[in-house]
């Protein structure tokens, strides 16, 4: 079973960046991260995801170019840089792991969830 806590959300203005964490309780190696984003009455929607156990990365359209994930292993860590965020980007933020990164944008297909971090980014 692995447990993953999300850290590292705010309020900010636009324009400005914040680095969300992900902490797994245990060795997430050879795992898929995904961190997802779910806004009021929207539905929840996969904006990146990194392969532990090589470099692969996966991004959302709509992050492309603004948004980087990266990974400690030593710290078991995979972490979230979101730069130039706007107002759309508000959102409770979720970490989550499963095993490979098929259909990484699919939330159903993820077994592990963190309990989320809220960003909210005002105009």
């Known amino acids: 079973q692995v447990q993953l806590v999300e850290s590292g959300g705010g309020s900010v203005q636009t324009g400005r960046s914040l680095r969300l964490s992900c902490v797994a309780s245990?060795?997430?190696?050879?795992?898929?991260i995904g961190w997802f984003r779910q806004a009021p009455g929207k539905e929840r929607e996969g904006i990146a995801a990194?392969?532990?156990?090589?470099?692969?990365?996966y991004f959302n359209d709509s992050v492309k170019g603004r948004f980087a994930i990266s990974q400690d292993s030593a710290k078991n860590t995979v972490y979230l840089q979101m730069n130039s965020l706007q107002p759309e980007d508000t959102a409770m933020y979720y970490c989550?792991?499963?095993?490979?990164?098929?259909?990484?944008?699919?939330?159903?297909?993820?077994?592990?969830w963190g309990q989320g971090t809220q960003v909210t980014v005002s105009s």
């Open positions: 990194i392969n532990t156990g090589g470099p692969s990365t």
């Open positions: 245990a060795s997430a190696s050879s795992y898929c």
């Open positions: 989550a792991a499963k095993w490979g990164c098929f259909r990484w944008y699919d939330g159903a297909s993820y077994k592990h």
